[in-house]
């Protein structure tokens, strides 16, 4: 696959063969073997591979070490993300607790009819 600057659209050949610090013909495996188990490559994270497919040139920065630049921007999305994390919270406990008290008045609806239909 073709190359869009300094990253690479393979994500096969991001995976298996990018970064490797000893040549493949080094273990004297088969080829398919070298491409599975490779004691020499470093660990890659689900993570990393979600920031790869989300955005290419965002996982290249961030390999790289490079920071963004907009750090304040990132910092009010986080914050406008953990706000509507605890307004989804906050529903969730509300809607629960108004399954429990609508279980609660159809227990006493039938406790109250049961015992005035039985006078």
């Known amino acids: 696959m073709g190359r869009i ?5 393979s994500l096969r050949e991001i995976i298996l063969l990018r970064d ?6 080094d273990f004297g495996w088969s080829p398919a073997l070298k491409l599975i188990y490779n ?10 591979i979600g ?4 955005c290419r040139r965002a996982w290249w920065y961030r390999k790289n ?6 750090q304040a921007d990132l910092a009010t999305g986080t914050a406008l993300h953990r706000q ?3 307004v989804i919270l906050a529903a969730g406990l509300a ?12 227990v006493l609806l039938t406790v109250f009819l049961t015992t005035f239909l039985l006078k």
């Open 5 to 9: 600057g300094p990253i690479s659209t």
């Open 20 to 25: 490797l610090p000893v040549s493949i013909s």
């Open 39 to 48: 004691p020499a490559m470093r660990t890659i994270r689900a993570s990393e």
């Open 51 to 54: 920031t790869y497919l989300y």
């Open 65 to 70: 070490g490079t920071e963004p630049d907009n």
């Open 84 to 86: 509507h994390g605890r």
């Open 95 to 106: 809607r629960t607790f108004g399954l429990l008290l609508l279980l609660l008045a159809l």
